[in-house]
């Protein structure tokens, strides 16, 4: 008989181009049969230079362009920018824009988490499961488009205020639109509670422990899964969310599968608060009409995007365009925990894991 | 009336023997910023240390090259006021707190803290050629951070535990954002036949 014993561990590539990934990273895996010794991230495939290029567009010319940095939470962009930049200036943002930029944040969250979940469904094998969670994400899409004109990149938010208004016919279709949503949103959470195929290949996979997600520093639903309560809604009130019903859900089983459960219940809450903006939102002007002065200054402003906090830090000087303009997405810290999550994981599982991170490489390397 | 720990400010002014410079604004939320420019930036470490005490997350570094000030028109001066207090004027160079010279060659570097949901940002500044000691060490968070300003600018970070590139190739130079790069160079763009010779060298051969 030969001998079948594995002696040696053997290094394979995953990436940067792989089925199972969207963007380029790659991850250099040492493995041990079936089983991952070490993992060795190499970034860059993307790398565009966008933080240089900022330098030389003027505020106004980089809320166009921060907003495409990134798909998902392209709306958080121009949103914390102008938050950097309103509070160098002391610009006052009437109270209609503040709720409105709760809306257009709160429906891309919507949107964003169940994208996430959906493709957790098919790298799972669960096609089926991964096409009504597409299918109802398209609610969320179709709402966009309809109050925005657009399905990704809202164009929401202007320095001071925002660009677009809800008249009564947009609200009133906002409001059906969340009726249509939130019993299939809740089926889905029921579905990834209970179905068999999911928490086989998701529950006990990928684990960051407590103590190890503080030391990443990470940020959103990976930070809550693993039981630390902090999200900027709550933890730093921005616009109206101190009046808001903002429940931040923290899990402490540090897995796939937790991650997931909270994406979806912020999917819920998010509906929640929508219909409470919606209730609440008082009259009045949503911009200044003109673009505001932002005179030499330096400001930090942060907000809760779909993956979690973004920070941004502006700093202006006498030239309409930004000395330095410095962001840090959220999926930037949380990659690191992807060392923790993969080592003793099985192949099979990687992209699962990589997915739970709800990772976006072109917001990370910019 | 802040968020920040009873004692704060005073531990940091503790942890930093060169001295300090804090400004604090809270807004309409309860929500602070703490600006905390450093005189010297060899207590940067003594303050991460500062900070990790009072749990503080690392979120982010920024570094910075700020340009040179704009030399400002003194003929009006000069007629004005008498040629003794023009020339006082004159030879004075800007400088950061603590006496980095601000001549468009320094370089300022923020980190950038969360402390329960506020924010703590210490401003080291580096002269031209200066290093500044890694947080690595204290910030696991530091890593990513601190490899890609090394890439980025002419800053060296020293006793960083993994000091590889981050996002760019080993084959391309260093300091990108402190060296003029003509675009089709950038963009890989300049027209030339070399592909070509080498795409027949090599149909030649096989």
């Known amino acids: ?366 | 009336m802040t968020r920040f720990p009873e004692n704060f400010e005073a531990s940091l002014n503790a942890a930093a023997p060169h001295g300090v410079n804090l400004t604090t604004t809270t807004d309409d939320h309860g929500v602070s910023v703490m600006w905390c420019e450093l005189a010297d930036r060899d207590d940067l470490s003594a303050v991460g240390e500062c900070l990790r005490s009072y749990h503080a997350r690392l979120a982010m570094v920024t570094a910075n090259k700020p340009p040179a000030p704009e030399e400002e028109e003194e003929e009006q001066d000069e007629e004005d006021e008498g040629a003794a207090e023009a020339e006082a004027h004159v030879p004075e160079q800007s400088m950061s707190f603590g006496g980095t010279p601000q001549d468009g060659t320094s370089y300022e570097l923020v980190y950038h803290f969360d402390v329960g949901g506020d924010y703590v940002n210490v401003v080291a500044f580096l002269p031209a050629g200066g290093s500044i000691a890694s947080l690595t060490p204290l910030f696991r968070s530091a890593d990513w951070p601190e490899r890609e300003i090394m890439e980025i600018y002419s800053v060296t970070i020293t006793n960083h535990p993994d000091p590889r590139r981050l996002f760019l190739d080993e084959s391309i130079d260093g300091a990108v954002l402190d060296r003029l790069i003509p675009f089709s160079q950038m963009a890989n763009a300049s027209t030339s036949d070399e592909l070509w010779a080498r795409v027949m060298a090599a149909a030649k051969e096989a």
């Not at chain 1, 921060?66 to 709306?75: A, F, G, H, P, V």
């Not at chain 1, 109802?136 to 929401?156: F, H, P, S, T």
């Not at chain 1, 422990?209 to 009130?237: E, L």
Request: charged letters at 25%; proline letters at 6%; one cysteine or more.
């Open chain 1, 1 to 366: 008989m030969t001998d079948h014993t594995v002696a040696c561990s053997y290094k394979i590539p995953v990436g940067p181009l792989h089925v199972a990934l969207e963007e380029p990273m790659y991850f250099r895996v040492a493995v041990k049969g079936e089983t991952i010794e070490t993992v060795e991230l190499n970034a860059g495939h993307v790398h565009r230079g966008v933080e240089y290029l900022a330098t030389k567009r003027t505020l106004l010319q980089n809320m166009i362009l921060t907003e495409r940095i990134c798909s998902l939470c392209s709306n958080s962009h121009p949103e914390a920018l102008a938050m950097a930049a309103e509070t160098i200036g002391a610009v006052e943002v009437p109270e209609r824009a503040q709720y409105l930029r709760v809306i257009a944040g709160e429906v891309k969250r919507v949107a964003s988490h169940l994208f996430n979940v959906g493709i957790l469904a098919h790298l799972v094998g669960y096609e089926a499961l991964f096409m009504h969670a597409m299918q109802v994400r398209e609610v969320a899409q179709d709402l966009k488009e309809a109050v925005y004109g657009n399905r990704m990149d809202l164009g929401a938010h202007c320095l001071g205020g925002t660009r677009c208004d809800m008249d009564d016919e947009a609200i009133t279709y906002m409001r059906s639109a969340l009726d249509k949503l939130e019993p299939d949103v809740r089926e889905l959470e029921k579905t990834y509670r209970t179905n068999g195929s999911i928490l086989r290949r998701t529950r006990g996979i990928g684990i960051l422990s407590h103590a190890d997600a503080i030391a990443c520093g990470v940020v959103g639903p990976v930070a809550r899964a693993s039981g630390i309560q902090y999200d900027v809604r709550t933890a730093a009130p921005y616009h109206v969310y101190d009046r808001l019903p903002v429940n931040v859900p923290v899990l402490d089983g540090c897995d796939v599968w937790s991650r997931a459960m909270i994406r979806l219940s912020e999917a819920v809450n998010s509906i929640e608060i929508l219909r409470v903006c919606l209730d609440q939102l008082p009259e009045g002007p949503i911009n200044d009409g003109g673009d505001p002065y932002i005179p030499p200054g330096q400001a930090i402003a942060r907000t809760e995007a779909p993956r979690g906090e973004l920070v941004y830090y502006l700093k202006t000087n006498d030239n309409p365009e930004p000395e330095r303009l410095k962001w840090r997405v959220p999926s930037y810290p949380n990659w690191d925990a992807l060392t923790f999550m993969l080592k003793e994981a099985k192949v099979a599982d990687i992209a699962i894991i990589v997915n739970s991170i709800d990772p976006c490489i072109s917001c990370t390397e910019r």
